[in-house]
């Protein structure tokens, strides 16, 4: 290697007096290159024009260079940089582009291996523009002729291999030039050692051979320098990509919220899961008739759905199963198994997932109004373990209500609508509209007792929502973003729920039309208004205030329906939050408006005789006087209260937040952090149960081989809701049935049927159609068949069988 600049090791070979003239050619026909703009915003000195750079032809000495890699002459002052004594050797050269001699070789500016055509290396391109030290050659480092023919340069495989790193050319010629920019020169532009491969490798420079003595190529490996290059990224497999994605999907806030509130509900409703075969919660009576209308649903929609109304109970009556409330949104899941164990395990299973999916809708719906995560959480749990709701626990249809805050969630998303943030046209989204409607619907198909203040208020929201956006595109005079597809969505939607509505309405209007008496009157609604000391108290389930309350509940005329305490807790948390909220001052009184009016309807009957609040409903709403527990509605005070709940925790946990944030260290900020969890946990607490886990009374072997259609004594109310269980094994037809009202004929069986086996109700029931009679010898004690059961029966007509703990008649 041959000494060049101090510090570098590198030399730069000057044009000689034939390169002078070439430049001088070149300076003469192309104009010189004005400075670029970056260079003068980062200080750097101007380039010169090719005149004040081109060297004398005598000049000899080297230019030294400065320790950070650039050249202390032409980079400060803008002199051109002399060449090194004994100019550089001329030697002819094939043209890269035609094959043909006549360029210089020791011209770095035009490459002697491309003729003249090619463009500059590094040293030329960037260091004359950019540090003021002119090209090989003299001439501007970017000249607009040489650049145009670098496309030519770089088809041939020799000047490619020529431009690699300084390696000899295949035609032996140098592969570059050998000098290296340095930082200064090229800051901003990345890794110094890279750019001059790149730019040899762009231009196909070819550095001339020169004197050995005073020039001498050095060939660098290809791999010398990138050992500092980061290793390229492996491509990933589809099993890595899959099982990305799947620990995405798995940490997602929706998919922890759902199987958060999955966890909570096996906890806050055990032991419903120990034994979910043999027991069920609250009581045997009301949850037997509602695992039967699960499999009857499943079963009549797989084999029959013509039938689905004209159930197998209370024989031979029309429309049976619009007798009650039918929960027929759960008949995918009655579709699957077959017996009375089934269905209790049926039944528990979803009274667990009913828990669980009151807590996510109430979720989903403060998160979608602009709640915090802990916030949301307790508006979800008080929502699905209000103590009051404890007294329910025997009634999945009044539990079965998260579809209402999950549908309206779901709406508001579509709508692109949040109580915080207000309207914003930019998130609207029609599958979220139809995807409400579509959970709306199903909650209207579980039952009307819950389902049918639903309708009524998605009517009033519709309304009122039509009215506001009127009356603020009149007061504007502009139209606010809506669209065709919003409109679109919500026609069809509204449509579909209106249309499942009527379906589900039809039946029940035909039960009133059979039997006018089944209809409510403001007497029996009377009996089931709680008063206003019914907020304030809990059932007898509730963990932390059932035995406290044990002398209020005795006060209330029928304290199952009028314990309605929604937890202290919460009404805490909803105070607080009418003064700190994250919610607007107008949202919060508009809740608390909501809350005082939902308990006033309520009250039924109480508040001021109902005259301003529930008897109007009753008297013009349609279906309004199917709804015999007015405490019901405390559903809707319970969501209300657990909003202005999540206003003011997530108010509290915002602060909290910004505390943290501000101390340095943050200590105690996990604590803080922690701390806000606190009105969750209390939440959680007041909302423990009591509830007993009765076992359900075995399936008679008598019934699963009498011929139906059948009776089974003794009956009533309650026994006969068992009879309805027992009965899935096969749907056999049976007279017996138990629901919120009681046929006539039924009422006439139950009377005949007291001295039975005698000729009179024989022959009665054979007019009804019965062709058997199964009486359970466990039942018969201080009843008239205690005396009976085993007198002969020859004289009748009818046969008699002992089958297992029961004795069968056959008519």
Not at 232 to 261: N, Q
Not at 269 to 295: E, G, N
Not at 618 to 641: D, V
Request: glycine share 12%; aromatic share 8%.
């Amino acid at each position: 290697m041959t000494t060049g600049q101090p510090g570098t090791g590198k030399a730069r070979p000057t044009p000689t007096g034939t390169d002078a003239e070439t430049r001088s050619a070149s300076a003469s026909g192309t104009p010189a290159q004005p400075d670029r703009t970056s260079d003068a915003v980062s200080g750097k000195t101007p380039a010169p024009t090719a005149e004040a750079t081109a060297p004398s032809a005598g000049a000899v000495a080297d230019q030294p260079r400065s320790r950070d890699g650039g050249t202390t002459g032409a980079t400060t002052s803008g002199d051109p940089q002399p060449a090194k004594s004994g100019g550089a050797k001329e030697e002819p050269a094939a043209d890269a582009a035609t094959g043909e001699g006549g360029g210089r070789k020791g011209s770095a500016a035009t490459g002697g291996t491309e003729g003249g055509t090619a463009t500059s290396d590094s040293t030329a391109k960037d260091s004359s523009a950019k540090d003021g030290s002119p090209a090989k050659d003299g001439s501007p480092a970017k000249d607009s002729d040489t650049a145009k023919a670098d496309s030519t340069a770089k088809a041939d495989s020799t000047t490619t291999n020529a431009g690699k790193d300084g390696a000899p050319a295949k035609d032996g010629t140098d592969g570059g030039s050998k000098d290296v920019p340095g930082k200064g020169t090229e800051a901003g532009k990345g890794k110094w050692w890279s750019r001059g491969r790149r730019a040899g490798r762009t231009d196909g420079q070819a550095k001339p051979d020169g004197d050995t003595k005073t020039d001498e190529a050095k060939p660098d490996d290809p791999d010398r320098w990138e050992a500092f290059a980061s290793a390229p990224e492996p491509r990933p497999s589809i099993v890595t990509r899959a099982g990305g994605a799947v620990g995405r999907f798995l940490i997602h806030e929706w998919t922890l919220a759902t199987l958060g509130a999955l966890a909570l509900a096996v906890l806050m409703t055990w032991p419903t899961l120990r034994y979910p075969r043999y027991t069920l919660p609250q009581d045997y009576w009301d949850p037997s008739l509602q695992a039967w209308q699960m499999a009857w649903s499943g079963h009549i929609l797989l084999a029959e759905p013509a039938r689905l109304w004209q159930s197998n109970t209370f024989f031979p009556e029309l429309w049976s199963f619009a007798f009650s409330d039918t929960l027929l949104g759960y008949a995918p899941a009655g579709m699957l198994g077959s017996g009375p164990e089934d269905a209790v395990l049926r039944y528990n299973i979803m009274f667990v997932l009913a828990h669980a999916l009151a807590t996510l809708g109430a979720y989903a719906l403060a998160r979608q109004l602009g709640a915090g995560r802990i916030g949301a959480s307790v508006a979800g749990v008080s929502y699905a373990y209000a103590p009051w709701l404890l007294a329910q626990a025997g009634h999945l249809h009044v539990l079965s209500n998260g579809g209402i805050p999950l549908a309206l969630a779901m709406l508001a998303r579509g709508h692109g609508w949040s109580l915080r943030h207000g309207y914003r046209p930019e998130r609207r989204h029609d599958g979220w509209v139809y995807a409400g409607w579509l959970v709306a619907a199903w909650q209207l198909s579980l039952g009307f007792g819950i389902g049918l203040p639903f309708a009524y208020f998605l009517a009033c929201a519709v309304i009122v929502t039509a009215v506001l956006y009127y009356a603020r595109r009149l007061r504007t005079g502009q139209a606010v973003p809506f669209g065709r597809r919003l409109f679109l969505a919500d026609l069809l939607g509204g449509l579909f729920f209106a249309g499942v509505g009527l379906l589900m309405a039809f039946p029940f209007f035909k039960v009133t039309e059979l039997h006018p008496y089944a209809e409510r009157t403001i007497g029996d609604i009377s009996i089931f208004s709680p008063p206003a000391s019914g907020f304030v108290t809990a059932p007898a389930e509730s963990r932390i205030w059932g035995g406290l309350h044990e002398g209020a509940r005795a006060a209330l005329p029928w304290h199952p329906e009028m314990t309605l305490l929604p937890g202290f807790v919460l009404y805490a948390l909803a105070a607080g939050g009418l003064f700190f909220s994250v919610w607007r001052l107008r949202h919060r009184l508009l809740l608390l408006a909501g809350v005082l009016v939902t308990m006033a309807f309520a009250m039924g009957t109480r508040f001021f005789d109902g005259t301003f609040t529930y008897v109007p409903l009753f008297e013009h709403l349609p279906g309004w006087n199917g709804l015999r527990t007015p405490g019901r509605l405390m559903l809707w005070t319970t969501l209300l209260l657990g909003l202005l709940a999540a206003g003011a925790v997530t108010a509290l946990t915002d602060r909290v937040r910004e505390l943290t944030a501000q101390r340095i260290p943050s200590w105690p900020g996990p604590w803080l952090r922690t701390a806000t969890l606190l009105p969750l946990l209390l939440v959680a607490v007041e909302g423990l149960n009591t509830t007993p886990h009765p076992v359900v009374p075995t399936q008679p072997a008598a019934m699963r081989s009498a011929e139906g259609p059948l009776l089974v004594l003794p009956s009533n109310q309650s026994l006969d809701q068992h009879v309805m269980l027992w009965s899935t094994s096969g749907f056999p037809d049976v007279v017996n049935g138990g629901s919120g009202f009681t046929p006539r004929q039924l009422d006439d069986v139950r009377r005949v049927s007291q001295s039975f086996p005698d000729q009179t109700s024989v022959d009665y029931l054979r007019t009804l159609g019965v062709r058997s009679v199964v009486l359970l010898r466990g039942q018969v004690v201080g009843t008239p068949w205690e005396i009976t059961i085993d007198a002969p029966v020859d004289s009748l007509g009818i046969t008699r069988q002992d089958v297992g703990d029961a004795v069968v008649y056959r008519l």
